[in-house]
């Protein structure tokens, strides 16, 4: 019998637990990109050491400034982004203007970085090869291929938050109270005598 009321309480906390997160997430739609854009700049600064090494093996023409600006705009991206949406007004247009400026950017940099990977390894004369020591080289392809598709996840999340917010608004998170279907409406209309 105990166990069953801890089963049913665990059940009850879950659904308890579920019910805060729809109601913060009704609060707050815009949280949904900021969590690709925040796994876009994990994935990229966690992997750094093997993009620098790209950088460092290949030598391409702007490689290394690709990646600076990569890095720097990832981190300046989530000061736009909660410059964006301060609480409890509406979006800032000009930061919005901003911020998908900052992810066509991060977009544009990464292409022109695999752009000269590809062209290293695929040259007629002395290209890249890929071997055991230079593995980081399709570490840092993969790494910065997913960077653009987060990336990109994040500015069409952006694009339709006007759609899905008012979806997401829906959805019903009132608490269903055991008895109160018994209880008959109040009329609190005013009667003249």
Known sequence: MADQKTANGQKRGIKEIIRKSMVSLKRTPHVIPLVFLVLAFLIYSLNLSSIANTTARIN?????????????????????????????????????????????????????????????????????????QSVYIKVSQAVVTMHIIFVGVTAVLLGLLPFYSKIIRKINTSIEVEGNEDIEAIDISYDED
């Open 60 to 132: 391409g023409a702007n490689m290394g400034q690709c990646e600076f600006v990569a890095m720097l705009f990832s981190i300046l991206a989530f000061v736009v982004f909660i410059r964006t949406f301060p609480r409890r007004k509406p979006a800032n247009k000009i930061m919005l203007g901003l911020l998908f400026f900052m992810l066509a950017l991060l977009v544009f940099v990464d292409i022109v970085y695999l752009v000269r990977i590809v062209t290293a390894v695929t040259r007629a004369e002395n290209p890249i090869v890929i071997d055991e």
